[in-house]
């Protein structure tokens, strides 16, 4: 039996004990011996005491045993002596007990160090931050990212840019905050922060990811810039290049023309017919050429969004108004569903109807030779803060090699396009928050998808 040294220690104690208290009686009941009865009865009080240290001994030997495998002491196994005196084979199923808590507690070190090395090994900044500001966790790449060698408290960073805890602090748990931050007092740089809450029983941490886009930023300014010269120079090219041909053109003829006794410049009929069609072509390309910069001076003037509520059934019933001819004339359906009817949106409706007008009118366009065509539009819920919209028709596609390219501003491949309209689109979309992407191939019409939030706190560049 396990208990078997304890139960047999507690008999023996209590037998000899009745044993003792049966002489006691017998001797006080037959009034002999006056001086064994004494002896006796200081006996028994002597074994009463032993029995109760020996039992307090054995509960303090045992709550401590408990207590250190409660904290997880591997110094338990030194207590195995005093309770195997006590509790024979005890001790064996306590340290299997033991062995299993150490072997947790490993494996829970171990998660610990592993997570830690995949979290210092990310090249996106983590930080988390208790209720009182204190950091409990922050990886290489934060540390980096804000330009400091150790951070104890968020309230450190006010010695690089005062009120910096108090802005981070204040952040919501949106998809993502850029916050201007000056790492080295003179340098500045943007930072795009995401928060989000984590809750550990009775305690709130806030967990922020930081990631420096300055250079990202700079980088794809750069490209777009690459990308905006060389769609310029290109059509700047067409125009130019035929205008400079017709005007070599012009002074040949001019150069063959003859003189008069006057010695004004005589052209014959036909070439003046030449020269008068010349001069219109210049003048057609020159007016081609204004009206492409136009184009350019309004793509990049696009208003501030302001937004308000949008009913969006109400909207894409206004978008189907406003193409009900086109529809009826080239003999489109157009349709519309919507997961919750009572469905709105906060955004600016004016710039938010120029990019559907946009959309609508590519589809249009895009069917204008195939019968029975159909654009369709959904609108749902993406989850509680955004909205996703779809635009689809059954036209004859993209191409994948032009895929990738009908968001590039003045790219087109209409014979009379001007290649702004869906640069347009994206730019709207952006300036909300969004973002669009077009779902084509040859022969199976376009989806072009858009992800809004439902709610804008704030409007990018105002």
Same mark, same amino acid.
């Given at each position: 039996?396990?208990?078997?040294?304890?139960?047999?220690?507690?008999?023996?104690?209590?037998?000899?004990?009745?044993?003792?208290?049966?002489?006691?009686?017998?001797?006080?009941?037959? *009034?002999?011996?006056?001086?064994?009865?004494?002896?006796? +009865?200081?006996?028994?009080?002597?074994?009463?005491?032993?029995?109760?240290?020996?039992?307090?001994?054995?509960?303090?030997?045992? +709550?401590?045993?408990?207590?250190?495998?409660?904290?997880?002491? !591997?110094?338990?196994?030194?207590?195995?002596?005093?309770?195997?005196?006590?509790?024979?084979?005890? *001790?064996?199923?306590?340290?299997?007990?033991?062995?299993?808590?150490?072997?947790?507690?490993?494996?829970?070190?171990?998660?610990?160090?592993?997570?830690?090395?995949?979290?210092?090994?990310?090249?996106?900044?983590?930080?988390?931050?208790?209720?009182?500001?204190?950091?409990?966790?922050?990886?290489?790449?934060?540390?980096? +990212?804000?330009?400091?060698?150790?951070?104890?408290?968020?309230?450190?960073?006010?010695?690089?840019?005062?009120?910096?805890?108090?802005?981070?602090?204040?952040?919501?748990?949106?998809?993502?905050?850029?916050?201007?931050?000056?790492?080295?007092?003179?340098?500045?740089?943007?930072?795009?922060?995401?928060?989000?809450?984590?809750?550990?029983?009775?305690? !709130?941490?806030?967990?922020?990811?930081?990631?420096?886009?300055?250079?990202?930023?700079?980088?794809?300014?750069?490209?777009?810039?690459?990308?905006?010269?060389?769609?310029?120079?290109?059509?700047?090219?067409?125009?130019?290049?035929?205008?400079?041909?017709?005007?070599?053109?012009?002074?040949?003829?001019?150069?063959?023309?003859?003189?008069?006794?006057?010695?004004?410049?005589?052209?014959?009929?036909?070439?003046?017919?030449?020269?008068?069609?010349?001069?219109?072509?210049?003048?057609?390309?020159?007016?081609?050429?204004?009206?492409?910069?136009? *184009?350019?001076?309004?793509?990049?003037?696009?208003?501030?969004?302001?937004?308000?509520?949008?009913?969006?059934?109400?909207?894409?019933?206004?978008?189907?108004?406003?193409?009900?001819?086109?529809?009826?004339?080239?003999?489109?359906?157009?349709?519309?569903?919507?997961?919750?009817?009572?469905?709105?949106? *906060?955004?600016?409706?004016?710039?938010?109807?120029?990019?559907?007008?946009?959309?609508?009118?590519?589809?249009?366009?895009?069917?204008? +030779?195939?019968? /029975?065509?159909?654009?369709?539009?959904?609108?749902?819920?993406?989850?509680?803060?955004?909205?996703?919209?779809?635009?689809?028709?059954?036209?004859?596609?993209?191409?994948?090699?032009?895929?990738?390219?009908?968001?590039?501003?003045?790219?087109? !491949?209409?014979?009379?396009?001007?290649?702004?309209?869906?640069?347009?689109?994206?730019?709207?979309?952006?300036?909300?928050?969004?973002?669009?992407?077009?779902?084509? /191939?040859?022969?199976?019409?376009?989806?072009?998808?858009?992800?809004?939030?439902?709610?804008?706190?704030?409007?990018?560049?105002?």
């Amino acid at each position: 039996m396990v208990y078997n040294s304890f139960q047999t220690s507690i008999l023996t104690r209590i037998t000899l004990l009745v044993v003792n208290i049966t002489a006691l009686a017998y001797l006080y009941v037959r *009034h002999e011996r006056f001086f064994t009865l004494i002896f006796l +009865a200081l006996l028994a009080i002597i074994q009463v005491v032993l029995l109760f240290v020996y039992l307090n001994k054995t509960n303090r030997n045992l +709550a401590r045993f408990l207590l250190l495998l409660t904290y997880e002491d !591997t110094s338990v196994v030194h207590w195995k002596d005093k309770v195997e005196k006590t509790f024979q084979g005890l *001790h064996h199923s306590f340290k299997q007990v033991n062995d299993e808590i150490n072997r947790i507690r490993l494996e829970k070190e171990k998660g610990s160090i592993l997570l830690k090395g995949i979290i210092q090994h990310m090249e996106t900044g983590i930080m988390v931050v208790d209720e009182s500001g204190r950091v409990e966790v922050v990886n290489d790449a934060a540390l980096v +990212a804000l330009g400091v060698s150790q951070l104890e408290f968020l309230s450190d960073l006010d010695r690089k840019q005062e009120g910096i805890s108090r802005i981070l602090s204040k952040l919501g748990y949106e998809s993502g905050n850029v916050v201007h931050y000056k790492k080295n007092g003179q340098e500045e740089s943007q930072l795009l922060v995401r928060v989000s809450l984590l809750k550990l029983e009775d305690r !709130t941490l806030r967990i922020y990811s930081l990631q420096d886009i300055r250079n990202q930023l700079e980088a794809n300014e750069i490209e777009s810039w690459q990308k905006m010269t060389r769609v310029l120079s290109h059509e700047i090219s067409n125009s130019v290049t035929p205008i400079s041909t017709l005007g070599d053109g012009i002074q040949m003829k001019l150069k063959q023309g003859r003189k008069d006794e006057n010695g004004r410049l005589v052209i014959e009929k036909d070439a003046a017919g030449d020269l008068l069609q010349s001069s219109e072509l210049i003048q057609k390309r020159s007016d081609a050429l204004v009206e492409f910069m136009e *184009h350019y001076k309004n793509f990049s003037r696009l208003p501030n969004p302001i937004p308000g509520k949008i009913v969006v059934a109400e909207f894409l019933e206004g978008i189907e108004l406003l193409f009900s001819e086109d529809f009826n004339n080239q003999g489109i359906r157009f349709s519309f569903e919507l997961q919750d009817p009572s469905m709105v949106i *906060h955004a600016d409706k004016n710039l938010l109807e120029q990019a559907f007008i946009n959309l609508v009118r590519n589809s249009i366009d895009a069917l204008k +030779a195939i019968p /029975g065509g159909i654009i369709q539009i959904k609108a749902s819920m993406l989850d509680k803060l955004h909205l996703k919209l779809e635009i689809s028709d059954n036209g004859p596609g993209i191409s994948p090699e032009h895929g990738s390219q009908v968001f590039i501003p003045f790219f087109t !491949t209409k014979q009379k396009g001007t290649g702004i309209g869906l640069s347009i689109v994206r730019k709207i979309i952006n300036m909300h928050g969004g973002t669009i992407q077009v779902d084509s /191939g040859e022969d199976r019409g376009s989806t072009f998808v858009i992800r809004l939030p439902q709610s804008l706190s704030k409007i990018p560049g105002r």
